[in-house]
Each structure stands twice: as structure tokens, then as C-alpha cells.
């Protein structure tokens, strides 16, 4: 009796959010926590880049995923492994040489998420005729990127509600910025035990009153409520403020003092002095649009917080607070002390927290900044807990749930394998990628296709933010973050969606053309923007939703021609292959894109990006792909 066949939707959905979230984990998760455990933002940047490598590097393992043991085999026990990593790192978080040993256990953790996106893309393909894999395309892209938003949104928050539930009560401070407030700060001295009430915050009207504590009871005093003007301020101004903040904390020991940096050679590279600079200048004396960069005098209004503990702490106790953005309007920022540490020395001194207004800024704006001092190495524990007990738990339902096709078999079988076997399959798997049909133009069309995107997504947050005398639309951060990071990932993923669904029911050879015309002709959305700078926030939003659309909607032929051509004894490493030709593709053009952008201005930039559509268009014409791969095939059925 054949066997009931699983249905997509019970595995795809959640097989694609485990592979995405442990990527998140890695990569910016990592650095979240390591920020709120106090490592310097030095080691952070340095240390947390190399966990990207496992990527970077999978093809080159690939092929032990096809030799040895089925997909969903590989699936099953790199997620186990996954979770036994995330508790691993749980249990070594409240250690005292936590950083050490986590980021090791994260290496273990990069190296196993990658060998699971091998097997799950490996599984994907097995276990789904053509029209299926061109139907779920859009899905599995979609749940990828809820365990982003899981990830970087949801678990962040419970590490925060943790530390809120365990620390002193939490200091929340309100700022809010308008063209009504107009007083500006006058700096004490910096031995002062106290700031002035009518000059505590620049720009502002009054001194806030602090909140109130009562006696005896160890708190925080802290401003409830902060004010700004809109106005701007001079750089000068700017940088005596800043100054001020950084060395009171660090004269009371409230932040550490940084590390002492080698300064950097004065004198320009040979790259810079006989490639970079002449061809830059070259461009911009040849195509370059005459952009008058008038010197910026001034910068956005700045505000100081004064935060004091109520009571002496005991003797040896340190009390570390962390201020962070919880909600309201981007434009406002915290740009120095984030992190402050009270102890038994410093706790009857106040400590400065600096805000910041957008300099773009012209209307009222109000945000919320929320310090906690609680448990963090428990808060974030917990939450790495959760996470393992998430893939605990995903192993034992994909273990029972994901179906088991008949063609999902190691390429060894079941006879024994030796060294030379090994050796030989090893490099058969890479010569018979590079021997197969159309091998340049496929190349081609991976590192190709995607060329003036790759380009133009590096660009997309500078050109919102920068003001319009710099061509740009001189949106504030907070208006960036609903047009490109709301209405823009709306209309990327809505794309992938529908053409997944365009795809299953005509193929992808039917829908190739559309979708490449998708992916170059929406581009122009920019080149309107460029030219005519519009105010119109409906008009700036609906430019990026269609370019985003379009973006999302292309993008699905990509993913199914890497499907496509890794079909073959081999397809799991080999689409692997493929997934590396397309990190190249994007890799390479977003390196010169902002060097060609600073020499060519942003309407002349936005032109070549068009001009470039071409090169999305030339290698489209020569691939060739079956008709039948991606329609639905009466009575194909799936072996499970």
C-alpha cells in the first residue's frame, strides 16, 4: 500500500525558518549580546566577522553531504547538533572567559549551519517534483526570512524582558525633539558633581524632573523626560559636547578607558595612489554630474540625561546599566553612554547619557530609551536555552515528519568506503559540475544576473539618508526605516511569493523572460527618484515597493535556474556550487559600488545602473532551460 503522501506545507515552513535562524544567531545575535556583556566594539567587529567563513567556504565539503548518508539524515542530526551547540553556548555565557569559549562553540555552530543548508537544499530538491520546487519557492524564501525577524526581534526581546525582570527598577526615558524647544546647553566644568538645572540638555526648555526613590531602596534616579530643539548646532558645538560626555564618564569610571590605537600612515597606498585615485578622477572629469558639496557647518541638536544611583551599592558590587532604543522615532538616537558601570566609588556622581536629533529632522519626533540593569549573562542564557530547546524539538518533528523519498540515497550506497573512493568521488563531484552543458553561460548568468542589483542594494540606505544637495532624498533614519526596511521588505517578499506561483503553473522558462525584464526594468524607480527628489512620502514609498516587487519577483528565476542546473547525480553539491557563484555575484559589485557612486553622483549612478540591466539581459538571452521544468506533470508522483 503506497505510502500518504507528506504535504509540503507541514515541512518547507519549518524547515526554512531552522535554517535561517541559526545563521541569525550567528551573525547578529552574537554581536547584541557581546555588546550588552561589555566587549569592546574592537574585538566584536573583528572576532564575530570570521564566524561568517562556514559560508563563505561549504562548497568545499559539499560533496561529503552526497557522499555519505541520505539528506534528510544530514538534516535531522546537523539540527541535533545545533541544539546541543546553542546549549553548549547557554551553559558557557555566565563563565568568566565566556567570550573564549562561546565563540568557539559558535565556529562548531557556523560550521553545522552550513552543512544543514546544504542537506535542506539538497532535501528540497529531492523531495519535490519541478512544479513543486518552483511553487514553495517563494515560501521557503519567506519563512528564511521570519526567523530573521525572529531572530534579530523576538529573541532580543525576551534577553530584554529577562534582564527587566531581574535587575532594579528599569530607567525609561522619554526624549522628544521639536522646533518649540530652543535653549541651548552651557557645559559645568567637568568635575562638577552636578549639571545646572536650566543647562543640563541642550536645546531644551527646563530641567525634567528626576523619578523619584525611595528611601533606602537602591535605584536610579534618572530623567523621565528629555527635550531638544530641531535647530541645528555647530560642528564645534557638536564635538564639545560629545567630548565633555566620553571624558566625565571615563574620569569617574563610569565607562572604561579605551584602548590606546596605533594611528594609521599618513601616506596613500600604491592601489590608491596609481589605480584608484586616477581612475576615480578619470570618471568623475568624464561622466561624473557637477554636485557643489558645500562643507557641513553644522550638525543635528544633542541632548544630556544625568543618571545617578540613590544609595551606595555594597562594597565589591558593580551595578551595570544598558540604555538602549525600545520604540518611537529612529531619528533620535543614543550616541554615548549606552553601557555605564556604578559601583561603591562613583555612585554619588552622575553619569551622562548623549542624545542625538537627525540633522535632517524638522518636525516634533518622540522616542523612548529604556535602560535595564538586570541578570544579562542569565537573561541572555535563558534565551539561548529557548533556542535550543527550539531545535531540539524541530529534530524530533522533522525526524517524523519529513518524508523520505526513494531517491534520496548516498552516492556510495550501501558498498564500503575507502580513501580512494573518497578521493575519487571527492573531485568527480566538481569535474562533473564544471563538465556539464552551458557550464560558461550558466556562470555567467549566477555571476550576471543579479549585477545591477548587487550594485544598487548597497546604495539604497546611503541615497534615503543623504540630504538632497548630495542627491540624495534626505529622509531621517526613522523614515528609512519604514520606506526600506517596512514597505520595501512588503514588496520583496510579496514578489517572491507570486512568482513562485507564476512559475509552478507555467515553468520557468515561460516566466524567465518576465522575470528578468522584472529584475532590470524596476531599477528605473531610482532614476525618478534621483532626478526629481520628490517630498511626497506615498511617492518615495511606492517607488521602493515597486523596485523591491520587482527585485523579489526576478529573483525567483535565479533560484529556480540554480535548481535546474544542479540536477544530476551530484545536485546537493552542486547546488552548493552554485550558491557560492551567487555570493560572488553579489560580493564583487557591491565592493566599487560606493567608489562609483562618489564619483559619478547619484543620478549618474542610478544611470549606469540601468545601463548595467543589459548585462542581466545579454545572459538571459543565451540560457537555454526545459520547457517542462517547474509545470505541473499529471500522474509524476514523489517516492517516498
Same mark, same amino acid.
Given at each position: 500500500?503506497?505510502?500518504?503522501?507528506?504535504?509540503?506545507?507541514?515541512?518547507?515552513?519549518?524547515?526554512?525558518?531552522?535554517?535561517?535562524?541559526?545563521?541569525?544567531?550567528?551573525?547578529?545575535?552574537?554581536?547584541?549580546?557581546?555588546?550588552?556583556?561589555?566587549?569592546?566594539?574592537?574585538?566584536?567587529?573583528?572576532?564575530?566577522?570570521?564566524?561568517?567563513?562556514?559560508?563563505?567556504?561549504?562548497?568545499?565539503?559539499?560533496?561529503?553531504?552526497?557522499?555519505?548518508?541520505?539528506?534528510?539524515?544530514?538534516?535531522?542530526?546537523?539540527?541535533?547538533?545545533?541544539?546541543?551547540?546553542?546549549?553548549?553556548?547557554?551553559?558557557?555565557?555566565?563563565?568568566?572567559?565566556?567570550?573564549?569559549?562561546?565563540?568557539?562553540?559558535?565556529?562548531?555552530?557556523?560550521?553545522?549551519?552550513?552543512?544543514?543548508?546544504?542537506?535542506?537544499?539538497?532535501?528540497?530538491?529531492?523531495?519535490?517534483?519541478?512544479?513543486?520546487?518552483?511553487?514553495?519557492?517563494?515560501?521557503?524564501?519567506?519563512?528564511?526570512?521570519?526567523?530573521?525577524?525572529?531572530?534579530?526581534?523576538?529573541?532580543?526581546?525576551?534577553?530584554?524582558?529577562?534582564?527587566?525582570?531581574?535587575?532594579?527598577?528599569?530607567?525609561?526615558?522619554?526624549?522628544?525633539?521639536?522646533?518649540?524647544?530652543?535653549?541651548? %546647553?552651557?557645559? $559645568? !566644568?567637568?568635575?562638577? @558633581?552636578?549639571?545646572?538645572?536650566?543647562?543640563?540638555?541642550?536645546?531644551?526648555? #527646563? +530641567? /525634567?524632573?528626576?523619578?523619584?526613590?525611595?528611601?533606602?531602596?537602591?535605584?536610579?534616579?534618572?530623567?523621565?523626560?528629555?527635550?531638544?530643539?530641531?535647530?541645528?548646532?555647530?560642528?564645534?558645538?557638536?564635538?564639545?559636547?560629545?567630548?565633555?560626555?566620553?571624558?566625565?564618564?571615563?574620569?569617574?569610571?563610569? %565607562?572604561?578607558? $579605551? !584602548?590606546?590605537?596605533? @594611528?594609521?600612515?599618513?601616506?596613500?597606498?600604491?592601489?590608491?595612489?596609481?589605480? #584608484? +585615485? /586616477?581612475?576615480?578622477?578619470?570618471?568623475?572629469?568624464?561622466?561624473?554630474?557637477?554636485?557643489?558639496?558645500?562643507?557641513?557647518?553644522?550638525?543635528?541638536?544633542?541632548?544630556?540625561?544625568?543618571?545617578?544611583?540613590?544609595?551606595?551599592?555594597?562594597?565589591?558590587?558593580?551595578?551595570?546599566?544598558?540604555?538602549?532604543?525600545?520604540?518611537?522615532?529612529?531619528?533620535? @538616537?543614543?550616541?554615548?553612554?549606552?553601557?555605564?558601570?556604578?559601583?561603591?566609588?562613583?555612585?554619588?556622581?552622575?553619569?551622562?547619557?548623549?542624545?542625538?536629533?537627525?540633522?535632517?529632522?524638522?518636525?516634533?519626533?518622540?522616542?523612548?530609551?529604556?535602560?535595564?540593569?538586570?541578570?544579562?549573562?542569565?537573561?541572555?542564557?535563558?534565551?539561548?536555552?529557548?533556542?535550543?530547546?527550539?531545535?531540539?524539538?524541530?529534530?524530533?518533528?522533522?525526524?517524523?515528519?519529513?518524508?523520505?523519498?526513494?531517491?534520496?540515497?548516498?552516492?556510495?550506497?550501501?558498498?564500503?568506503?575507502?580513501?580512494?573512493?573518497?578521493?575519487?568521488?571527492?573531485?568527480?563531484?566538481?569535474?562533473?559540475?564544471?563538465?556539464?552543458?552551458?557550464?560558461?553561460?550558466?556562470?555567467?548568468?549566477?555571476?550576471?544576473?543579479?549585477?545591477?542589483?548587487?550594485?544598487?542594494?548597497?546604495?539604497?540606505?546611503?541615497?534615503?539618508?543623504?540630504?538632497?544637495?548630495?542627491?540624495?532624498?534626505?529622509?531621517?533614519?526613522?523614515?528609512?526605516?519604514?520606506?526600506?526596511?517596512?514597505?520595501?521588505?512588503?514588496?520583496?517578499?510579496?514578489?517572491?511569493?507570486?512568482?513562485?506561483?507564476?512559475?509552478?503553473?507555467?515553468?520557468?522558462?515561460?516566466?524567465?523572460?518576465?522575470?528578468?525584464?522584472?529584475?532590470?526594468?524596476?531599477?528605473?524607480?531610482?532614476?525618478?527618484?534621483?532626478?526629481?527628489?520628490?517630498?511626497?512620502?506615498?511617492?518615495?514609498?511606492?517607488?521602493?515597493?515597486?523596485?523591491?516587487?520587482?527585485?523579489?519577483?526576478?529573483?525567483?528565476?535565479?533560484?529556480?535556474?540554480?535548481?535546474?542546473?544542479?540536477?544530476?547525480?551530484?545536485?546537493?553539491?552542486?547546488?552548493?556550487?552554485?550558491?557560492?557563484?551567487?555570493?560572488?555575484?553579489?560580493?564583487?559589485?557591491?565592493?566599487?559600488?560606493?567608489?562609483?557612486?562618489?564619483?559619478?553622483?547619484?543620478?549618474?549612478?542610478?544611470?549606469?545602473?540601468?545601463?548595467?540591466?543589459?548585462?542581466?539581459?545579454?545572459?538571459?538571452?543565451?540560457?537555454?532551460?526545459?520547457?517542462?521544468?517547474?509545470?505541473?506533470?499529471?500522474?509524476?508522483?514523489?517516492?517516498?
Amino acid at each position: 500500500m503506497e505510502k500518504k503522501k507528506v504535504s509540503p506545507w507541514a515541512w518547507i515552513p519549518s524547515l526554512y525558518f531552522a535554517e535561517g535562524l541559526p545563521y541569525v544567531a550567528v551573525m547578529t545575535i552574537t554581536v547584541i549580546m557581546y555588546k550588552r556583556m561589555g566587549i569592546s566594539n574592537t574585538d566584536i567587529a573583528l572576532y564575530t566577522s570570521w564566524l561568517y567563513l562556514p559560508w563563505v567556504i561549504k562548497p568545499f565539503w559539499s560533496p561529503f553531504v552526497d557522499l555519505f548518508k541520505t539528506k534528510r539524515w544530514w538534516v535531522v542530526v546537523m539540527q541535533f547538533i545545533l541544539g546541543c551547540g546553542l546549549a553548549a553556548v547557554a551553559f558557557a555565557i555566565p563563565m568568566s572567559s565566556f567570550f573564549q569559549i562561546t565563540l568557539a562553540i559558535f565556529w562548531i555552530i557556523g560550521f553545522a549551519s552550513a552543512t544543514h543548508d546544504i542537506a535542506a537544499d539538497g532535501f528540497y530538491m529531492l523531495a519535490l517534483d519541478s512544479h513543486e520546487q518552483s511553487m514553495y519557492v517563494g515560501i521557503r524564501s519567506t519563512f528564511y526570512r521570519c526567523a530573521t525577524i525572529f531572530g534579530q526581534g523576538i529573541l532580543v526581546i525576551v534577553a530584554g524582558l529577562l534582564e527587566m525582570s531581574t535587575g532594579l527598577e528599569p530607567v525609561n526615558i522619554e526624549v522628544t525633539a521639536s522646533p518649540d524647544y530652543t535653549k541651548e %546647553v552651557v557645559l $559645568p !566644568a567637568s568635575d562638577s @558633581s552636578s549639571l545646572p538645572a536650566n543647562t543640563l540638555q541642550a536645546f531644551a526648555d #527646563s +530641567k /525634567p524632573e528626576a523619578v523619584a526613590i525611595s528611601d533606602g531602596e537602591l535605584g536610579f534616579s534618572a530623567q523621565e523626560n528629555v527635550q531638544m530643539g530641531t535647530a541645528h548646532i555647530s560642528i564645534e558645538k557638536e564635538a564639545e559636547i560629545k567630548s565633555f560626555v566620553e571624558n566625565h564618564n571615563i574620569q569617574y569610571g563610569f %565607562v572604561p578607558k $579605551p !584602548a590606546d590605537s596605533k @594611528s594609521e600612515s599618513a601616506n596613500e597606498g600604491w592601489w590608491t595612489r596609481r589605480v #584608484s +585615485k /586616477p581612475i576615480g578622477e578619470w570618471v568623475t572629469k568624464s561622466f561624473g554630474k557637477k554636485i557643489e558639496k558645500s562643507e557641513s557647518v553644522s550638525a543635528g541638536a544633542m541632548s544630556i540625561a544625568e543618571i545617578k544611583l540613590s544609595k551606595r551599592p555594597e562594597e565589591g558590587k558593580t551595578v551595570i546599566l544598558n540604555t538602549a532604543f525600545n520604540r518611537g522615532d529612529k531619528s533620535l @538616537s543614543l550616541i554615548s553612554g549606552e553601557r555605564l558601570c556604578f559601583n561603591a566609588d562613583n555612585w554619588d556622581k552622575p553619569a551622562y547619557i548623549l542624545f542625538h536629533a537627525d540633522q535632517k529632522l524638522s518636525k516634533k519626533a518622540v522616542a523612548e530609551f529604556r535602560g535595564l540593569s538586570g541578570n544579562i549573562p542569565m537573561s541572555w542564557s535563558v534565551t539561548f536555552f529557548i533556542l535550543a530547546a527550539f531545535f531540539l524539538l524541530i529534530t524530533l518533528y522533522h525526524k517524523f515528519i519529513l518524508p523520505k523519498p526513494n531517491v534520496d540515497k548516498a552516492v556510495t550506497g550501501d558498498s564500503k568506503v575507502s580513501a580512494s573512493m573518497i578521493f575519487k568521488e571527492f573531485f568527480g563531484t566538481f569535474g562533473s559540475f564544471f563538465r556539464k552543458k552551458q557550464i560558461w553561460v550558466a556562470m555567467a548568468f549566477m555571476l550576471l544576473y543579479r549585477f545591477p542589483e548587487a550594485q544598487l542594494v548597497k546604495l539604497i540606505n546611503p541615497f534615503l539618508l543623504d540630504s538632497k544637495d548630495l542627491g540624495g532624498m534626505g529622509l531621517t533614519t526613522g523614515q528609512v526605516g519604514i520606506v526600506y526596511g517596512t514597505v520595501g521588505i512588503l514588496g520583496l517578499t510579496i514578489g517572491g511569493i507570486i512568482g513562485g506561483i507564476v512559475a509552478a503553473k507555467g515553468g520557468l522558462k515561460r516566466w524567465l523572460w518576465p522575470m528578468a525584464w522584472s529584475i532590470s526594468l524596476t531599477c528605473a524607480t531610482f532614476v525618478y527618484l534621483s532626478v526629481f527628489q520628490p517630498e511626497n512620502m506615498l511617492v518615495i514609498n511606492l517607488c521602493v515597493f515597486i523596485e523591491q516587487f520587482g527585485y523579489g519577483f526576478g529573483f525567483t528565476a535565479y533560484m529556480l535556474y540554480m535548481i535546474y542546473f544542479s540536477e544530476g547525480e551530484y545536485k546537493t553539491a552542486h547546488y552548493a556550487i552554485c550558491t557560492a557563484f551567487m555570493a560572488l555575484g553579489m560580493m564583487v559589485p557591491g565592493m566599487f559600488a560606493g567608489w562609483l557612486q562618489e564619483h559619478l553622483g547619484y543620478e549618474n549612478f542610478f544611470w549606469w545602473i540601468m545601463i548595467c540591466c543589459a548585462a542581466t539581459i545579454i545572459v538571459t538571452m543565451f540560457v537555454k532551460v526545459d520547457s517542462s521544468f517547474g509545470k505541473k506533470v499529471e500522474e509524476k508522483k514523489i517516492n517516498e
